[in-house]
């Protein structure tokens, strides 16, 4: 661990984690995937998993030299395989009553340099592979939740002109704020900041829109949304009942789209960060529901393939409301992660939707939640289109209009 990550810092954030985002329950299992460079963190989460009661915790480690020997050394047909009996393994665990926590950090630039067909490729067959470990994830079936941990490549990137230790300190700092871990009592921090996103996600529930209208720079989306559509933000119950708080940092509200009534264009605001490379300026254009023209200055072969991965890929299955004015907005910080780049922005997500976003979504058949405008995929990639220029309106089922932001802000 670098000199400069604050170690009390990084136990509270490990503590929370634990009690506050996954709340571990007494004798539950806890599965942990993270990179290699966060094996400090992993190690700190043990210890406070332990102390709540876990059962087993069982880590899985990543590391950036070995994902780079595959591209560099690996037979070719080794990019359309991925470990199946590894996610089977998992959707055991969570099928046998597991808890599940990713740590990010990763090196956002990892696979700049390598070809982004196998990138595609490998992405594509890792997505396939990973299904019956992602279902009970975004069926939120289990609880889970996502902590970041500042690595020192992903730090070098958000800051660049001073040296990595610091860097890493640095990141470490704008972790802990945008988690909310500053004060006496976190704790108390996440259930008012949950209390704030309920009030929102209580309004829009009230509206039962039939769709929002976005408006500013090459933006003019008419978005519908699915029917039964639920909105929801902050600590929510999973299927199993234990309330957790599935991402630390989170500022949204969130609710399904309806994957066939999405018409215009949409230009983002920030990079997205994918599969260690950079896509900049996405700018799209939609027609019922679909995603029918794509540029990018900068990764759109990547984000070309990213469209075509499947059928549900070039739809959206994510709508989410973010104010300019959240803390990770004000900050001013380009994090290249999507966990904090999406929480300071109002965003979408390409392919898979939540099946709890539509009511009585978890007991529907993917046929049923077709019809109700759930769009299916193998992927789920969010990416940022909100800011203090975009206005957005929510449309009644009689046509009327109703502010829902101004420049970025709750109207």
Known sequence: MSD????????????????????????????????????DLVRRITVHAYKAGAGIVTPFFNDDAITLARY?????????????????????????????????????????????????????????????????????????????????????????????????GKLMDAIYAASRLDGDDPVANWAAHTATLKERVDWLNAQDFAALHYTGPGTDLHLGLADGHIWKGGASPALNGVTCQPNIPTEEVFTCPHAYKVDGTVAATKPLAHQGSVIEDIAVRFEAGRIVEATASKGADVLNALLKTDDGASRIGEVALVPHSSPISQSGTLFYNTLFDENASCHIALGQCYADTIEGGSELSPEELKQKGGNQSIIHVDWMMGSDAVDIDGITKTGERVPVMRSGEWA
């Open 72 to 168: 560099e050394h690996a037979p070719d047909e080794s990019f359309d395989r991925a470990p199946d009996w590894f996610f089977e393994g998992m959707a055991a665990a969570f099928k046998g009553g597991a808890a599940r926590m990713a740590i990010t950090g990763d090196d956002p630039m990892l696979l700049a340099a390598q070809d982004p067909a196998k990138v595609a490729r490998l992405s594509k067959a890792t997505s396939i592979a990973a299904k019956p470990a992602m279902n009970p994830i975004v069926g939120f079936e289990v609880n889970w939740n996502i902590v970041a941990y500042p690595g020192a490549a992903w730090a070098s990137k958000v800051y660049p002109d001073i040296p990595v230790e610091e860097a890493q």
């Open 4 to 39: 400069h990550i604050d170690p009390a810092k990084l136990d509270r954030l490990a503590e929370v984690a634990v009690r506050t985002g996954v709340n571990l329950q007494p004798g539950q299992d806890l599965v942990i995937t993270a990179p290699m460079a966060a094996l």
